[in-house]
């Protein structure tokens, strides 16, 4: 019912893999709208941040394709329900085992990631 936006969806997620892999922030915010919001736990520190200051660091770090780590981005899932949709995704970079649940919506006929959570997992 929904596979158009699941293959829209899709290509927003590998923007957004891409991304954060190569450390192309034009790219990124290609993905987000532009008040959304980033909550993590990362080793039970919280991480709070806009997509402004989220996006400053990732400008400001060295990308995983410069370490040279793999690309071994993937998506478990997605979800969509009329014009809103959840993506389950796994994210091991930097030496974190991320998983990222996003949130996205359908915003004047485009899809824009609207809240991501996340955590690391040993």
């Not at 829209?8 to 709208?33: A, M, R």
């Amino acid at each position: 019912m929904y596979k158009e936006h699941t293959k829209e969806i899709e290509g927003l997620i590998t923007n957004y893999f891409e991304g954060i892999y190569y450390g192309d922030v034009t790219k990124l915010e290609s993905c987000f709208h532009e008040n959304a919001y980033l909550y993590g736990d990362i080793n039970g520190t919280d991480y709070l941040k806009s997509v402004t200051e989220y996006l400053e660091g990732v400008k400001n770090r060295q990308s995983p394709k410069d370490l040279n780590e793999p690309l071994k981005m993937k998506i478990i899932g997605i979800e969509v329900m009329g014009k809103i949709a959840m993506a389950k995704l796994h994210v091991p970079m930097l030496g974190y085992n991320y998983y990222d649940y996003v949130s996205l919506a359908n915003i004047k006929g485009e899809w824009k990631i609207v809240n991501k959570i996340f955590t690391h997992i040993n």
